[in-house]
C-alpha cells in the first residue's frame, strides 16, 4: 500500500516515463557480473537535481529504501544492484550537468551522472590543460561514484577521493547538507580545500549510506609538459621481492612525478591480449604450465609486466628517466620510455605496413597506444576486454562497441585487498592467490597497483561463466576463501562488493558500532542504501 502511494507520487513529480516498475527495474538494473540476485521494488530516472530532496521526502514518509546511483557500472562489486532486496533504484545517470570549472584552479563541480568520456570531451573540446581521473572502467563511468567508492586510477591524483574538495548531499529527510565552508558562505575556499573547518563529515559519505551526493567538486591534476610511460618485464618470477623493493624506491623518491605502477602477472596480461585457449583447456581446468609458457611466448608476455607514467616538466621527466632506468635495468627486461604520442605515431606507421608484416611485437603497438591514452588522462576501453576472456565468442568485445559486462553476462567478482609493499608481503600474497584461485580452479589474474610507497592494493578479478550455476558457486566460494585467508595473513579489502559488506562489521567492534549509531542518527528508517558498508 505504501508502496503504491509513494510510486503515485513519484509519478506525479518525475513523469510515468522516469519511474520504472520492479519488473521493468529487474529488466535494466538486474543483472550483475558477481551472479547475486536482489528484488527491485523499482526505480526512478530523476531529470533534475531539485527533484531529489521530494523524492527522498516521498520515500522517507512511505518508509521505502532508495538506492542511489550515479552511473551504476559498479561492475564486479555489485553493478547497480543494493546490497538488500526491495530497494528502489535512484539512478541519478541522467543529471550529467558540468556545474561549473574554475580553469585556474582545476576544480570541477559536477553532478553525478557525468562520466569520464563526458569530462574527457568536455576538456578537450575548450582545451582545458587537466586530465580527466581515469580508471580501467571506461568511458561510460561515472566521476562521482568512483570517488564514493574511494576507487582509484593511475594517472597522478590515483586516490580519487583525495581529489573531493567538497560534496553536497542530500539528506535521508530529504534536507541538503553542504561542506563546512560552503555552509558559511564561502563556496569559493570550500572548492579548494578539502578539510572544511571543524570535524570533517564529508568522508562518512564516501562508502557510507547517509544521503544521496547530488554534486561534488573534484580537483584535476594539471596536464603536465611531458608524460612518459614506462614499461618492463620480468623475466624470473622468483625476483618479484626483489622488483618490489626497487618500485618502492621509485615511489619514494620521485613523489608528484611519478604516478602508480601496476604490476601484472602474465594471466593478467593475457587475458587484456590473447584468446583464452579453450580448445586446450578441458572443461572445469584452467591453463596448464606449458600451454601458459607457450601462450606467454607467442604473446611476448613475461611472467611480471610493469607499467608506469612519469609526470612533470621535460627536465624532471629526463633526470627521472634517466635515474629510474639506473634503479630498474639491473633486474628486468625490455625496459622501455615511451610518450603517448610516440606510441600513436608508431601505431599509425604499423597500419601503413602490409599485412605480412604486421607481426606480434607490432601489433601490441595498438594496446600500447591505448594503454598510454590512459595514463595521460583519456579514458578508453582498454582493460575491459579481461571480463569476457572466458566467453566462448562474444560480438562486443571491439573498442568501437561500448562494453558493458553486466549487460553482456559476463562472469566477474574483484577480491581488492591491500598489500604491504614488502618483499614478504607480497610473495605471501602473490602465493596466497595462486595456491586458492587454483584449488577452485580458477584462472589466478593479479594486479598490484601502487597506492603510495607503503602499500599496493591488488586486484584480483575471479573470472567465470555467469550462466553456470556450478561456475558461480566455484568463484563464490574462491571468493570468501581469499577473503578469509587474506584477513587471517593481514590483506584486507579496501573495498568490497554488495555479498561482502555483513562480512565487515560481523565483530560489532568499536568502529561499526559508532557507523550504527551515526546511521541511526541520520537515518533511522534506513531510508537510503540500507546494509551499504554497515
Ligand atoms: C575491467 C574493469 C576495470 C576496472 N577498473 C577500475 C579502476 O581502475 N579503478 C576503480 O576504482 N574501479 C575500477 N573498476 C570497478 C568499477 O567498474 C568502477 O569503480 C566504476 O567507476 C564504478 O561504477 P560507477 O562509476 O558507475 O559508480 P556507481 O556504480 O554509480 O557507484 C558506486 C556505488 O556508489 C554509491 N553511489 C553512487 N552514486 C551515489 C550517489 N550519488 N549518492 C550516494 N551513493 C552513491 C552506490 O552505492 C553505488 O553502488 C573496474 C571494473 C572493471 C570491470
Known amino acids: 500500500m505504501k508502496l503504491e502511494t509513494a510510486f503515485k507520487e513519484w509519478r506525479k513529480l518525475l513523469g510515468q516515463s522516469q519511474v520504472l516498475s520492479s519488473d521493468a527495474a529487474q529488466l535494466v538494473y538486474g543483472c550483475c557480473t558477481t551472479g547475486v540476485?536482489?528484488?527491485?521494488?523499482?526505480?526512478?530516472?530523476?531529470?533534475?537535481?531539485?527533484?531529489?530532496?521530494?523524492?527522498?521526502?516521498?520515500?522517507?514518509?512511505?518508509?521505502?529504501?532508495?538506492?542511489?546511483?550515479?552511473?551504476?557500472?559498479?561492475?564486479?562489486?555489485?553493478?547497480a544492484l543494493p546490497p538488500i532486496d526491495n530497494c528502489v533504484v535512484l539512478d541519478l545517470s541522467q543529471l550529467n550537468r558540468i556545474v561549473d570549472f574554475d580553469a585556474e584552479t582545476g576544480v570541477i563541480t559536477i553532478e553525478p551522472g557525468v562520466t569520464q568520456g563526458q569530462l574527457a570531451n568536455f576538456l578537450d573540446k575548450e582545451q582545458h590543460p587537466y586530465m580527466v581521473p581515469v580508471t580501467g572502467a571506461g568511458p561510460v563511468c561515472s566521476i562521482l561514484g568512483n570517488a564514493l567508492e574511494r576507487g582509484y586510477g593511475i594517472t597522478p591524483i590515483t586516490d580519487h577521493f583525495a581529489a573531493v574538495t567538497s560534496i553536497e548531499v542530500v539528506l535521508p529527510d530529504g534536507s541538503t547538507y553542504q561542506s563546512a565552508h560552503a555552509s558559511l558562505g564561502g563556496e569559493q575556499v570550500d572548492k579548494i580545500f578539502k578539510w572544511g573547518v571543524g570535524p570533517y563529515i564529508d568522508g562518512i559519505f564516501s562508502q557510507g549510506s547517509f544521503g544521496v551526493v547530488t554534486q561534488m567538486s573534484v580537483a584535476l591534476a594539471p596536464r603536465p609538459e611531458?608524460?612518459?610511460?614506462?614499461?618492463?618485464?620480468?623475466?624470473q618470477p622468483e625476483q618479484l621481492g626483489d622488483l618490489v623493493i626497487r618500485v618502492r624506491e621509485i615511489i619514494k623518491s620521485y613523489p608528484g612525478i611519478v604516478g602508480g605502477i601496476n604490476l601484472m602477472n602474465a594471466h593478467r596480461v593475457l587475458a587484456m591480449t590473447a584468446?583464452?585457449?579453450?580448445?586446450?583447456?578441458?572443461?572445469?581446468?584452467?591453463?596448464?604450465?606449458?600451454?601458459?609458457?607457450?601462450?606467454?611466448?607467442?604473446?611476448?608476455v613475461m611472467p611480471w609486466t610493469g607499467f608506469g607514467a612519469l609526470y612533470g616538466t621535460r627536465g624532471t621527466v629526463k633526470v627521472a628517466q634517466r635515474e629510474i632506468r639506473a634503479i630498474l635495468m639491473p633486474l628486468v627486461s625490455r625496459l622501455f620510455f615511451v610518450s603517448p604520442e610516440r606510441a600513436k605515431t608508431l601505431n599509425r606507421i604499423r597500419k601503413l605496413l602490409p599485412d605480412c608484416l604486421?607481426?606480434?611485437?607490432?601489433?601490441?603497438?595498438?594496446?600500447?597506444?591505448?594503454?598510454?591514452?590512459?595514463?595521460?588522462?583519456?579514458?578508453?576501453?582498454?582493460?575491459?576486454?579481461l571480463c569476457y576472456w572466458l566467453k566462448h565468442n562474444s560480438d562486443n568485445v571491439h573498442q568501437d562497441k561500448v562494453m558493458d559486462p553486466a549487460r553482456d553476462r559476463c562472469g566477474l567478482i574483484w577480491y581488492a585487498p591491500l598489500v604491504p609493499m614488502k618483499r614478504e608481503s607480497v610473495i605471501h600474497f602473490v602465493n596466497m592467490v595462486y595456491a586458492i584461485t587454483y584449488k577452485y580452479k580458477l584462472e589466478p589474474l593479479i594486479t598490484l597497483t601502487s597506492f603510495s610507497g607503503k602499500c599496493f592494493d591488488s586486484t584480483v578479478?575471479?573470472?567465470?561463466?555467469?550462466?553456470?550455476?556450478?561456475?558461480?558457486?566455484?568463484?563464490?566460494?574462491?571468493?570468501?576463501?581469499?577473503?578469509?585467508?587474506?584477513?587471517?595473513?593481514?590483506?584486507?579489502?579496501?573495498?568490497?562488493?554488495?555479498?561482502?559488506?555483513?562480512?565487515?562489521?560481523?565483530?560489532?567492534?568499536?568502529?561499526?558500532?559508532?557507523?550504527?549509531?551515526?546511521?541511526?542518527?541520520?537515518?533511522?528508517?534506513?531510508?537510503?542504501?540500507p546494509g551499504r558498508y554497515i
Open 37 to 79: 540476485m536482489k528484488k527491485l521494488a523499482g526505480a526512478l530516472r530523476p531529470l533534475e537535481r531539485n527533484q531529489i530532496p521530494f523524492i527522498v521526502q516521498i520515500a522517507a514518509s512511505n518508509k521505502i529504501a532508495l538506492y542511489p546511483i550515479s552511473t551504476g557500472h559498479n561492475w564486479g562489486y555489485g553493478s
Open 226 to 235: 611531458s608524460i612518459q610511460s614506462f614499461l618492463f618485464g620480468l623475466k
Open 275 to 300: 584468446a583464452y585457449p579453450w580448445d586446450r583447456v578441458s572443461k572445469g581446468a584452467t591453463i596448464s604450465p606449458d600451454i601458459l609458457s607457450e601462450l606467454c611466448q607467442r604473446n611476448q
Open 358 to 385: 604486421r607481426f606480434k611485437a607490432i601489433e601490441k603497438l595498438e594496446l600500447l597506444e591505448r594503454s598510454l591514452q590512459l595514463v595521460a588522462g583519456y579514458p578508453n576501453q582498454t582493460t575491459l576486454p
Open 461 to 529: 578479478p575471479l573470472l567465470f561463466d555467469l550462466d553456470s550455476e556450478i561456475e558461480r558457486k566455484k568463484a563464490e566460494d574462491c571468493y570468501w576463501e581469499l577473503l578469509e585467508e587474506g584477513k587471517n595473513q593481514g590483506f584486507l579489502p579496501y573495498r568490497v562488493g554488495i555479498q561482502t559488506m555483513k562480512w565487515l562489521s560481523e565483530n560489532d567492534a568499536t568502529y561499526w558500532q559508532i557507523v550504527r549509531r551515526i546511521k541511526q542518527v541520520i537515518d533511522p528508517n534506513g531510508i537510503i542504501s
